[in-house]
């Protein structure tokens, strides 16, 4: 791959499935801290590592159990962000804001990875990608893309990591 070629990938069973249930009884759970970070459309999220002016925090004491086996899988050298979002269904797809960032490393990549099956998507270019359990799209971090809610009855479930990969 070229030096500035744009990266997207899908990849389907992403996760062992032990690791994957692990993940989803903990997060999924009715004890698990959900915050309402958005009202429209409505959005929950449990921050697990954070980027405050440039320190990076680990938030959660749910790093090791969740974020840390797919880290690995990822052979990711630093994480500046990681994040676990829920979207409720909605009546019609929404937007869900992104905001990609202003200053762009190069070298930073992206992780979304769905925890379960809704008729919720990722739009990049003219291509939709329906949200599949066990689902993940890597990128580069600038790499633009969207996602809708679902509006069958089960929310979203999805994770967020930003990356810098090992150099091999």
């Known amino acids: 791959m070229e030096k500035n070629q744009k990266m997207f990938n899908v990849v389907n069973n992403f996760l062992d499935n032990d690791i994957l249930h692990k993940i989803k009884t903990i997060s999924l759970s009715e004890f698990f801290p ?66 990609f960032p202003l200053k762009e490393n190069s070298k930073e990549e992206k992780l979304i990875l769905f925890l379960n099956s809704s008729n919720g998507h990722i739009k990049r270019l003219e291509q939709k990608y329906e949200a599949i359990e066990n689902r993940a799209f890597l990128m580069k971090k600038r790499e633009p893309f969207q996602i809708y809610t679902s509006t069958n009855d089960l929310p979203m479930f999805f994770i967020e990591i930003d990356y810098l990969p090992q150099v091999i």
């Open 34 to 99: 959900w915050y309402i970070i958005n009202i429209k459309p409505y959005q929950l999220t449990h921050n697990v590592v954070i980027n405050l002016e440039g320190k990076i925090e680990v938030t959660s004491d749910f790093f090791y159990p969740i974020i840390q086996p797919i880290i690995k899988k990822l052979k990711a050298e630093r994480v500046f962000l990681s994040q676990l979002h829920m979207l409720p269904k909605t009546k019609e797809h929404e937007l869900l804001v992104h905001k």
